[in-house]
T-cell receptor
């Protein structure tokens, strides 16, 4: 069974800082990797996704994937108070098993 | 934007009672999912479905049943509710698992079992 772990569990950063969130997975055949953001009391919402090794940038957000290291990460440049939320990583394996597996989340607080 | 609705939005149930949570999507998506969220556990997959009239077990299916009578509707059924099933339940849908695997979540149902 796929194991997905996130670190750190919680993070407090000042406004304007670079924030880095990490996710490790256990199934080397995994093919889809995504980050979701969940503001307090709201539904999770997809932020970014990646399929192949490398880097993808969208605005202030960058996702890195290294399949050999079983690791992907999310970097937030110029963090804003509105970025304060629970960040969840999700992984989908291959081989006909379409079950998505989520990590437990990283709680981010960006203080002004 | 893709739309997923859930009903009820909150419910209080008694131990041993039957609870049905409903989910409806207007996205024309084939895949639908039920998750529960507890503090410290993130999102855990209960059941999912990729076609009407068929459901699959997720990672924590014990104590739950699912029903997918149509592409648009997906229900989660607790036949004998227990205290440990108190949680927030999210339904989600996605177009595909591959290139379009982004999941769209409903607003959630807060279930309290007393």
């Amino acid at each position: 069974q796929q194991k997905v772990q996130q670190s750190p569990e919680s993070l407090i950063v000042p406004e304007g800082a670079m924030t880095s969130l990490n996710c490790t997975f256990s199934d080397s055949a995994s093919q889809y990797f995504a980050w979701y953001r969940q503001h307090s009391g709201k539904a999770p919402k997809a932020l970014m996704s990646i399929f192949s090794n490398g880097e993808k940038e969208e605005g202030r957000f960058t996702i890195h994937l290294n399949k050999a290291s079983l690791h992907f990460s999310l970097h937030i440049r110029d963090s804003q108070p509105s970025d304060s939320a629970l960040y969840l990583c999700a992984v989908i394996a291959s081989g006909g098993n379409y079950k998505p597996t989520f990590g437990k989340g990283t709680s981010l607080v960006v203080h002004p | 934007e893709a739309a997923v609705t859930q009903s009820p939005r909150s419910k209080v149930a008694v131990t041993g009672g039957k609870v049905t949570l409903s989910c409806h999507q207007t996205n024309n998506h084939d895949y639908m999912y039920w998750y529960r969220q507890d503090t410290g556990h993130g999102l855990r997959l209960i059941h999912y479905s990729y076609v009407a009239d068929s459901t699959e077990k997720g990672d924590i299916p014990d104590g739950y049943k699912a029903s997918r009578p149509s592409q648009e509707n997906f229900s989660l059924i607790l036949e004998l509710a227990s205290l440990s099933q108190t949680a927030v339940y999210f339904c989600a849908s996605s177009l595909d698992w591959g290139g379009y695997a982004e999941q769209f979540f409903g607003p959630g149902t807060r279930l309290t079992v007393l």
